[in-house]
T-cell receptor, first 111, second 109 residues
Framework: NAGVTQTPKFRILKIGQSMTLQCTQD?????MYWYRQDPGMGLKLIYY???????DKGEVPNGYNVSRSTTEDFPLRLELAAPSQTSVYFC??????????FGSGTRLTVV | EDQVTQSPEALRLQEGESSSLNCSYT??????LFWYRQDPGKGPEFLFT???AGEEKEKERLKATLTKKESFLHITAPKPEDSATYLC??????????FGQGTRLTINP
């Protein structure tokens, strides 16, 4: 019972590089989310999805893109990485009305 | 705009010393308030959901309560393993959670 799996766990990017953060869940949850967590700032919603083929922006979407081609997968794409994107990224999933299940996070540093 | 404010930012207790964490919220029509525990280097772990004022839920040494303006997480006779950051969140729109900044709790043996 894996829950929500995120890869990689750690990554260092150079300014201007691109990368994809992977997220997979095996609980057949319709809802999936990407949050970033900065020290002392709590969790901020980047993008979310209510089902395969449907995505929408959260509070801080600039510099990111997502896709949801299957129920299980919700990758987050960073284009032209900037130092402001240094953060810890969490993927989560849920059923409607249920609590979120979070992954273990990806710690990203942009230098 | 929906807002969640947690206090204090950090709390240090001695083992066995009971206390409470506060979560104040402003939301148009509360549809659910969540408490999570987060250990260093890990993702948040679900603790409780509260839906209406007056509701209470308990798990081991933790008890969550809800009023129309705030929620409390009471910790009774804490142990060092209860040290973590505790996050509060409210539902916004279609199943999106808005989080507070968290309370970092340290229990000294």
């Amino acid at each position: 019972n894996a829950g929500v799996t995120q890869t990689p766990k750690f990554r260092i990017l150079k300014i201007g590089q691109s990368m994809t953060l992977q997220c997979t869940q095996d609980m057949n949850h319709n809802y999936m989310y990407w949050y970033r967590q900065d020290p002392g700032m709590g969790l901020k919603l980047i993008y979310y999805s209510v089902g395969a083929g449907i995505t929408d922006k959260g509070e801080v979407p600039n510099g990111y893109n997502v896709s949801r081609s299957t129920t299980e997968d919700f990758p987050l794409r960073l284009e032209l990485a900037a130092p402001s994107q240094t953060s810890v990224y969490f993927c989560a999933s849920s059923r409607q009305g249920g609590g979120y299940t979070f992954g273990s996070g990806t710690r990203l540093t942009v230098v | 705009e929906d807002q969640v404010t947690q206090s204090p930012e950090a709390l240090r207790l001695q083992e066995g010393e009971s206390s409470s964490l506060n979560c104040s919220y402003t939301v148009s029509g509360l549809r659910g308030l969540f408490w999570y525990r987060q250990d260093p280097g890990k993702g948040p772990e679900f603790l409780f959901t509260l839906y209406s004022a007056g509701e209470e839920k308990e798990k081991e040494r933790l008890k969550a309560t809800l009023t129309k303006k705030e929620s409390f997480l009471h910790i009774t006779a804490p142990k060092p393993e209860d040290s973590a950051t505790y996050l509060c969140a409210v539902i916004q729109g279609a199943q999106k959670l808005v989080f507070g900044q968290g309370t970092r709790l340290t229990i000294n043996p």
